[in-house]
């Protein structure tokens, strides 16, 4: 079955970086597109990035762009979030994201906070 585990989370102070991770399995990695999603405390789920299937195209909210980036290795079936400058905004939950045959599956979230 499909699983997306996500890790890297964490406490760190504004202008500071965190990279995430997202271990897939269960799919033919390589063939779909990953995204990553947040949910800040009280607000709705927000797409953040997303990367195709071969990584060479990208997009970005218009809040990250700049800051943010993401890649993944198709040989270790992994995404990443390379978060830079980081805001107290940033604040949230962060999910990893594949779609696969109009069913969304999503990793369990892992927590980042932007605090001093």
């Known amino acids: 079955q499909v699983q997306l585990v996500e890790s890297g989370g964490g406490l760190v102070q504004p202008g500071g970086s965190l990279r995430l991770s997202c271990a897939a399995s269960?799919?033919?990695?390589?063939?779909?597109?990953m995204s990553w999603y947040r949910q800040a405390p009280g607000k709705e789920r927000e797409l953040v990035a997303t990367?195709?299937?071969?990584?060479?195209?990208?997009n970005y909210a218009d809040s990250v762009k700049g800051r943010f980036t993401i890649s993944r290795d198709n040989d270790k079936n992994t995404v990443y979030l390379q978060m830079n400058s980081l805001k107290p905004e940033d604040t949230a939950v962060y999910y990893c994201?594949?779609?696969?045959?109009?069913?969304?599956?999503w990793g369990q979230g892992t927590e980042v906070t932007v605090s001093s």
């Open positions: 269960g799919f033919t990695f390589s063939w779909y597109a």
């Open positions: 990367i195709s299937g071969a990584g060479r195209r990208t």
């Open positions: 994201n594949c779609r696969l045959y109009s069913t969304d599956y």
